[in-house]
Nanobody, 126 residues
Framework: QVHLGESGGGSAQAGGSLTLSCGTSGYNNRACMGWFRQAPGKQREGLASIDSDRSATYADSVQGRFTISQDKDKKTLYLQMTSLKPEDTATYYC?????????????????????WGTGTQVTVSS
């Protein structure tokens, strides 16, 4: 079973940067991994995903501003966030889905057997 734990959230000024990390255990090398977020009163949003071959997919809302990556052992997942905007304020979740591709989860969401981390808060002030 995959266990996920996020860190690196916090506060930033608009235009600033933050990097989130997600430690993994029990990782299934066939699983795609990614980052979702949820702001108060809004639906969960898929931001970025990375497949087992390290190919990445991004939502339009973060394309060109956020970068997803993994360390060489695939034990840690990262999300580098730049040019932050107040609308990026949300709780950010690390996720893993062994049954769907990265592109699919960004477009359609995660499957019922996906694993979620507990989340880390990001607050961007103007």
């Amino acid at each position: 079973q995959v266990h996920l734990g996020e860190s690196g959230g916090g506060s930033a000024q608009a235009g600033g940067s933050l990097t989130l990390s997600c430690g993994t255990s029990g990782y299934n090398n066939r699983a795609c991994m990614g980052w979702f977020r949820q702001a108060p009163g809004k639906q969960r949003e898929g931001l970025a995903s990375i497949d087992s071959d390290r190919s990445a997919t991004y939502a339009d809302s973060v394309q060109g501003r956020f970068t997803i990556s993994q360390d060489k052992d695939k034990k840690t997942l990262y999300l580098q966030m730049t040019s932050l905007k107040p609308e990026d304020t949300a709780t950010y979740y690390c996720v893993a889905d062994g049954a769907r591709s990265g592109a699919y989860v960004i477009e359609y969401g995660l499957g019922p057997l996906a694993t979620w981390g507990t989340g880390t808060q990001v607050t961007v002030s103007s």
